[in-house]
């Protein structure tokens, strides 16, 4: 058993594609997109930390759940909308998507690794530096 008090609150999992990501006075953040087939729009959440994750990634992370209600005026009526956040996340898994937008820890582009792309005029391959099993653990010299 712990020796820390139990804290009052709701610790899940979310899982679903990675939406836009921004920063505020609070922190960066990110929008994980939630939806089922039979939902037309996704369910939103806010993901209140700076993971390792790019837009369009699918992402499953786990936190403190949070759950709010809020109203605001638009065209004369009052709506209603309703926020939903996950405090102190961690990345369970993720799964980059090719079409996703690579970004960095502080959501910028990141550059493509230069020795990752094969020579001009080459292949996977025939490109020695990038075939599997290309190398070896002698010295060079």
């Not at 638009?74 to 898994?93: C, Q, W, Y």
Request: zero cysteines; proline letters at 7%.
């Amino acid at each position: 058993m712990s020796d820390q008090p139990i804290k009052d609150g709701v610790y899940g999992f979310v899982s679903g594609t990675v939406g836009r990501s921004f920063e505020t006075k609070n922190g960066r953040a990110f929008e994980l997109e939630v939806k089922d087939q039979k939902q037309q729009y996704p369910d939103k959440w806010t993901i209140w930390g700076d993971l390792a994750v790019r837009e369009g990634d699918r992402a499953t992370v786990k936190g403190w759940l949070g759950i709010s209600r809020e109203t605001y005026q638009k065209d004369g009526e009052t709506k209603v909308a309703i926020r939903r956040a996950v405090n102190k996340p961690e990345l369970s898994a993720s799964e980059h998507t090719p079409s996703s937008s690579p970004r960095g820890a502080q959501g910028q582009p990141q550059q493509e690794e230069p020795w990752a792309k094969t020579s001009p005029g080459s292949t996977a391959a025939t490109d020695a530096w990038n075939a599997p099993g290309g190398y070896s653990d002698e010295s060079p010299f």
